[in-house]
């Protein structure tokens, strides 16, 4: 599978009145054909401006970044307004002329590129059939609901046959059943047309929903980059697992006491494993809180446990949870 894009040791650092601030440190990172790619972090992370990076809308301070091998830094105008062609953009404010119908919203991409007015009217018109919305292709902006106005921002882009789209928090304005049906359709326009889109977003369920793989940003730092199953499933960066793993409201009952988090996939979510564990060696523990997700159609999940007070059940707890395959990490 071909990279769409690599970023090797990319930085970005604004200067304003004398003073510098890096958005980006250091991130390096791979976008593989026809991947669904989360980039996720919290508010002011960088996830942003590395997204701009992609398309060039934001030169870094160093390092690269590629597009099908190509250096951007060194594309010639021409040569970029032909790149940026194949990278289609959709962002949360939805961006559409409010004093243009639906089709002619749609049909502006490929003005631009001077395609003829029969044509782009065809291909408006097919592109509205695939969002579902071509019954809307009269109608103006102010009348549709935000689902029905991202998804003329998602025709639109697709309408100039990119080989990338870019969603900068794409689904953020947008209620949870809406947000579901539009990652549902971004999901199977990635399936039929292979086409790769890379996510950004600040929330853990848009990237468990649809994406194959996920960057974690954390001040400007990648923390933590793979699948989406193993990220979610054994988070190794602070970063990660302050985003997969829920924060724990509870103490243990006393100043001795030890709490221990144990992680479990899809595989394992249907096995009862502290009814085992008190079968099988007597040893009681307190459930203090247990969450699942989906990832992807599997099931993963979480438990947050008190142990017994005595050091050597505590070692007996662990071991167990340990031989049957769970991850097991002491909570602070």
């Known amino acids: ?16 009145d004398g003073k510098e601030f890096e958005a980006l440190k250091n991130v390096s990172l791979e976008v593989g054909e026809g991947e669904i790619f989360g980039i996720i972090g919290m508010s002011g992370a960088g996830k942003s401006t590395l997204v701009r990076t992609l398309n060039r809308l934001e030169d870094v301070s160093g390092g690269r970044v ?10 010639k105008p ?9 990278i289609s953009m959709i962002f949360q404010g939805f961006n559409l002329l409010n004093q243009r119908t639906v089709i002619q919203n749609v049909e502006l991409s490929m003005r631009i590129l001077g395609i003829g007015r029969a044509e782009r009217r065809k291909k408006a018109l097919e592109m509205l059939e695939i969002v579902g919305l071509a019954d809307k292709a009269n109608e103006f902006p102010a009348r549709l609901s935000g689902g029905q106005k991202q998804r003329v921002a998602i025709a639109r882009a697709l309408a100039v046959d990119p080989k990338v789209l870019l969603c900068d928090e794409a689904t953020s304005a947008l209620d949870p ?9 971004l999901k199977k326009i990635n399936e039929e047309r292979s086409l790769t889109i890379v996510i950004i977003t600040h929330e853990m369920s848009v990237v468990e929903k649809i994406c194959d793989k996920v960057a974690i940003i954390d001040d400007g730092e990648l923390a933590e980059v793979g699948d989406v199953k193993e990220v979610f499933s054994n988070p190794k960066s602070r970063a990660a697992k302050k985003l997969v793993f829920p924060s724990n409201p509870f103490d243990p009952s006393d100043e001795d ?11 394992q979510s249907n096995v009862p494993f502290i009814a085992n564990l008190v079968e099988q060696t ?15 159609g599997i099931g993963y999940g979480q438990m947050i446990l008190e142990l017994p007070s005595d050091r ?12 049957n395959g769970l991850s097991v990490s002491e909570v602070n």
Do not use: C, P, W
Request: aromatic share 10%.
């Open 1 to 16: 599978m071909a990279n769409v894009f690599e970023l090797q040791n990319v930085y970005k650092t604004y200067r304003n």
């Open 66 to 75: 590629t597009f099908y091998g190509k250096n951007l830094a060194e594309l």
């Open 78 to 86: 021409a040569e970029l307004r032909k790149v940026r062609h194949s």
């Open 177 to 185: 059943k809406i947000t579901g049906e539009i990652l549902d359709l």
């Open 257 to 267: 006491g030890q709490l221990i988090r144990i992680v479990f996939d899809g595989t």
């Open 282 to 296: 007597g040893l009681k523990v307190n459930i203090l809180s247990a969450n699942t997700r989906s990832v992807g």
């Open 312 to 323: 050597k059940d505590r070692q007996t707890a662990v071991d167990f949870f340990r031989k």
